[in-house]
């Protein structure tokens, strides 16, 4: 029976041939993660439930959001996770946000089937897992149990074509999709991303685009892995990558084709992804605050971009830029790369590799001030006071913004 990629995955973890759409199937996990923020309840339901024995080599914890803490609250809660993962003999991981360090300790493998307590595990899709969020009361239930119940979705096949423009960015791809379908048309739906564009992108630039399912409504993005999957994640042997792909037969729930070719920078103004207007039709908005990193868009080629478009300017003194690499490894890589100095004499601030500004863990915003960032969502009050203004743009936007102190365009940097 022809299949999708999400449907194969999930067939093999539920021990069946096939499954289709609709159907209701208990799945073999391969991984279950939990993070600070959710740790009380978590463990809260396991008492309720009169066990706290998980299954160790299916479950990890992480600390990702407050790193480091920066109240008593927050102290407690990496406390907890620590000492569970002690007590429990589990791994426990920090020094980045969770899909980057699960990935870099050798966790993440294509064909997998991965849940965590964040909304944005989408973006382990980029590899070819799926990865879908669960609250932590699931969570515990499946760390005990390694199972769990799973309804089949129906996938979106999306078909990406062209060649992007010179600082047109896999961000600026996201924020068209959403801002020509909205942020509900996926609800419950796989999405494949496909096509020569989607070959093309550097696995950063995949992570950038699934990462931006969420926003979409997705129960998961997928991309179906290739020689460049394997060389990210260091597989030298991979035969089993030639299975790993959606059937010539396959049944979509939609197929549509997003051409790219003649796609220019994006913003999304408050307060939501979908609101999605052109770079140039909004240019001038004064900013107070502009941010790079988070899971979608705190990675190499994030940061290579943003030394290259740094290099020799300075940051409006008015405007504040933040930047985040995702991971302690990921920092380490662009100081070799000698990517921190222009960062950092630009008048640009480091911040260390955790959720951020982007959660509102770091650098709250006031009443009023306006915020340009490239983490996934703009939600009123998610960066501080609901009265500031938050939106999303690519780090060549962002760059561009900060050099001049309000919204540009950073096609004028050329």
């Not at 279950?32 to 463990?43: G, H, L, N, R």
């Not at 969770?98 to 990935?103: E, R, T, V």
């Not at 892995?225 to 991979?238: C, N, R």
């Not at 951020?356 to 490239?374: D, F, I, N, R, W």
């Amino acid at each position: 029976m022809p299949m999708t990629l999400t449907e194969k995955i999930l067939a093999r973890a539920a021990g069946r041939d096939a499954v289709v759409p609709g159907e209701v199937v208990t799945c073999q996990l391969d991984l279950v993660c939990v993070d600070e923020i959710q740790i009380a309840i978590f463990k809260r339901t396991l008492d309720q439930l009169g066990t706290d024995r998980v299954i160790q080599e299916k479950t990890v914890l992480v600390v990702d959001h407050f790193c480091p803490a920066t109240n008593l609250d927050q102290a407690r809660a990496n406390q907890m996770v620590r000492e569970f993962a002690r007590s429990h003999h589990l791994r426990f991981l920090t020094g980045g946000i969770k899909d980057q360090i699960l990935w870099e300790n050798g966790l993440v493998r294509p064909g997998m089937l991965l849940v965590a307590t964040d909304s944005h595990i989408n973006t382990c899709g980029a590899l070819g897992v799926f990865a879908a969020a669960f609250g932590p009361s699931d969570a515990a239930i499946m760390a005990i149990k390694g199972e769990y119940w799973f309804k089949v979705p129906q996938t979106v096949r999306c078909e990406i074509v062209g060649s992007l423009a010179p600082l047109v960015t896999p961000k600026d791809i996201g924020l068209h999709i959403l801002g020509q379908r909205g942020t509900d048309f996926a609800n419950y739906k796989a999405i494949e991303f496909v096509g020569p564009t989607v070959r093309e992108l550097s696995i950063d630039g995949r992570i950038t685009l699934c990462n931006m399912s969420t926003e979409m409504g997705a129960k998961n993005a997928i991309i179906e892995p290739d020689s460049k999957t394997a060389e990210f994640l260091g597989l030298k042997d991979h035969p089993e990558l030639k299975t790993l792909q959606s059937d010539a037969a396959a049944q979509f729930f939609e197929t549509m084709t997003v051409d790219v070719g003649n796609l220019e920078p994006l913003v999304a103004t408050p307060h939501s992804p979908k609101n999605v207007v052109p770079v140039k039709e909004i240019k001038g908005v004064k900013i107070d605050q502009c941010f790079i990193g988070s899971c979608g868009n705190g990675n190499m080629d994030d940061l290579r971009l943003t030394a290259r478009l740094l290099k020799g300017r300075k940051v409006c003194p008015e405007t504040r830029l933040i930047v985040t690499p995702s991971s302690r490894h990921v920092y380490l890589q662009a100081l070799a790369e000698g990517l921190i100095e222009p960062i950092l004499q630009s008048g640009a601030s480091l911040s260390g590799q955790t959720c951020s500004v982007c959660a509102g863990m770091e650098a709250p915003l006031l009443a009023k001030e306006v915020c340009l960032t490239a983490s996934p969502r703009n939600f009123r009050g998610r960066m501080g006071s609901p009265e500031a203004l938050i939106y999303l743009a690519s780090p060549a936007t962002i760059v561009a913004s900060a050099i001049h102190g309000e919204i540009a365009d950073p096609r004028d940097l050329l």
